[in-house]
């Protein structure tokens, strides 16, 4: 089916994701079932008391505290839907979208597709001209990312495809040569695709790559420089700080969230050109060993792994998120068993 990659909106129905707040700011995320319940501490709230609300309504629950009904904007969807793998953060998807340069009509490749969060972000970037092929080696991974992104937007979009496979030996199969116009890569050693990306982009072509560490960034910055085919990285972190503003009480707030990793990009060069600082550089020597790559494989880095039975459980709730968007886009029956 071709899905609308607009914000829903209108009444609440079934099947739709809302997101509930409720007393000291606490969220709470469900999907509208026949016969569902919210039950908490504060009492239980019932599914069919919101279905044909608009958006922003309030409602109360049986021990009288109100309620403020929402549908979750993209980013709010993104924080709370299973996770099969670790997502990319809504501060570091708005700068890939703008340092990637993505754009409507688009065709872009991403690697690995994770649990669907930055899948999201570029299906709204590059509409419904552009082309998305997602790359996932684990299987169980990609199906976490299919059933959040028909969640949030209510079918399978047409122009999305998931190949479960590595990279390298899949892509020359995926896309035609130099007919690619941007590649993200979010993946543990995103230098081990660096050549077969560069067939695949269009000269002009932005690759991106989002790592967690400084070892990780030196090491795919000086693969890049050392192929030739690139203009010389660029690389940057966003680091965001909310601010408290209430009356004349305006500060910052405690928190913020820092780190969470790093972007680089560079752009593919045409055949055969050559950068003249390219040749200058040739002329130094290296600033590190061979020693000092061995501590930038994948084994030094280090990967947290998710426990296969965690993982399952990550797969049934997407699942079920899936099958709730699929009854609200009528192309599924309401089963009154299901909660």
């Given at each position: 089916m071709t899905a609308d990659l607009t914000r829903p909106s209108g009444p609440f129905r079934y099947g739709d994701r809302v997101q509930l707040t409720g007393p000291k700011g606490r969220l709470h995320t469900i999907t509208l079932r026949e016969r569902g319940e919210l039950h908490t501490h504060h009492g239980v709230l019932r599914h069919e008391a919101l279905v044909g609300l608009p958006d922003g309504s309030v409602v109360t629950n049986s021990g009288g505290h109100e309620y403020l009904a929402l549908r979750p904007l993209l980013r709010d969807f993104v924080m709370s839907m299973p996770r099969g793998a670790a997502i990319v953060y809504p501060k570091d998807a708005a700068q890939i979208l703008a340092q990637a340069d993505i754009f409507p009509g688009a065709t872009v490749v991403e690697a690995g597709v994770?649990?669907?969060?930055?899948?999201?972000?570029?299906?709204?970037?590059?509409?419904?001209?552009?082309?998305?092929?997602?790359?996932?080696?684990?299987?169980?991974?990609?199906?976490?990312?299919?059933?959040?992104?028909?969640?949030?937007?209510?079918?399978?979009?047409?122009?999305?495809?998931?190949?479960?496979?590595?990279?390298?030996?899949?892509?020359?199969?995926?896309?035609?040569?130099?007919?690619?116009?941007?590649?993200?890569?979010?993946?543990?050693?995103p230098w081990e695709c660096i050549d077969a990306v560069a067939e695949a982009l269009t000269p002009g072509g932005v690759v991106l790559c989002y790592v967690a560490t400084a070892t990780q960034l030196s090491r795919v910055a000086e693969y890049i420089r050392g192929t030739g085919l690139y203009t010389d990285p660029e690389a940057s972190e966003t680091m965001v700080r909310g601010w408290h503003?209430?009356?004349?009480?305006?500060?910052?707030?405690?928190?913020?969230?820092?780190?969470?990793?790093?972007?680089?990009?560079?752009?593919?060069?045409?055949?055969?050109?050559?950068?003249?600082?390219?040749?200058?550089?040739?002329?130094?020597?290296?600033?590190?060993?061979?020693?000092?790559?061995?501590?930038?494989?994948?084994?030094?880095?280090?990967?947290?792994?998710?426990?296969?039975?965690?993982l399952r459980k990550r797969v049934r709730e997407a699942q079920r998120a899936a099958d709730g968007a699929r009854i609200a886009a009528g192309s599924a029956d309401p089963d009154p068993a299901t909660d």
């Amino acid at each position: 089916m071709t899905a609308d990659l607009t914000r829903p909106s209108g009444p609440f129905r079934y099947g739709d994701r809302v997101q509930l707040t409720g007393p000291k700011g606490r969220l709470h995320t469900i999907t509208l079932r026949e016969r569902g319940e919210l039950h908490t501490h504060h009492g239980v709230l019932r599914h069919e008391a919101l279905v044909g609300l608009p958006d922003g309504s309030v409602v109360t629950n049986s021990g009288g505290h109100e309620y403020l009904a929402l549908r979750p904007l993209l980013r709010d969807f993104v924080m709370s839907m299973p996770r099969g793998a670790a997502i990319v953060y809504p501060k570091d998807a708005a700068q890939i979208l703008a340092q990637a340069d993505i754009f409507p009509g688009a065709t872009v490749v991403e690697a690995g597709v994770g649990s669907g969060a930055l899948s999201l972000w570029l299906l709204r970037a590059i509409g419904p001209a552009g082309r998305l092929v997602s790359f996932e080696r684990r299987e169980e991974f990609a199906e976490v990312a299919r059933a959040n992104v028909e969640t949030f937007l209510g079918g399978t979009p047409q122009n999305w495809d998931v190949v479960v496979g590595d990279l390298v030996e899949s892509l020359p199969g995926a896309v035609e040569p130099a007919s690619v116009d941007r590649v993200v890569l979010d993946m543990l050693a995103p230098w081990e695709c660096i050549d077969a990306v560069a067939e695949a982009l269009t000269p002009g072509g932005v690759v991106l790559c989002y790592v967690a560490t400084a070892t990780q960034l030196s090491r795919v910055a000086e693969y890049i420089r050392g192929t030739g085919l690139y203009t010389d990285p660029e690389a940057s972190e966003t680091m965001v700080r909310g601010w408290h503003v209430e009356g004349l009480a305006v500060r910052p707030d405690h928190r913020m969230v820092a780190h969470t990793g790093f972007l680089l990009t560079a752009r593919r060069l045409a055949p055969g050109a050559v950068p003249p600082d390219v040749r200058k550089r040739a002329l130094k020597k290296p600033s590190y060993a061979d020693e000092d790559v061995e501590l930038w494989t994948p084994g030094a880095v280090g990967d947290r792994q998710i426990t296969d039975k965690n993982l399952r459980k990550r797969v049934r709730e997407a699942q079920r998120a899936a099958d709730g968007a699929r009854i609200a886009a009528g192309s599924a029956d309401p089963d009154p068993a299901t909660d």
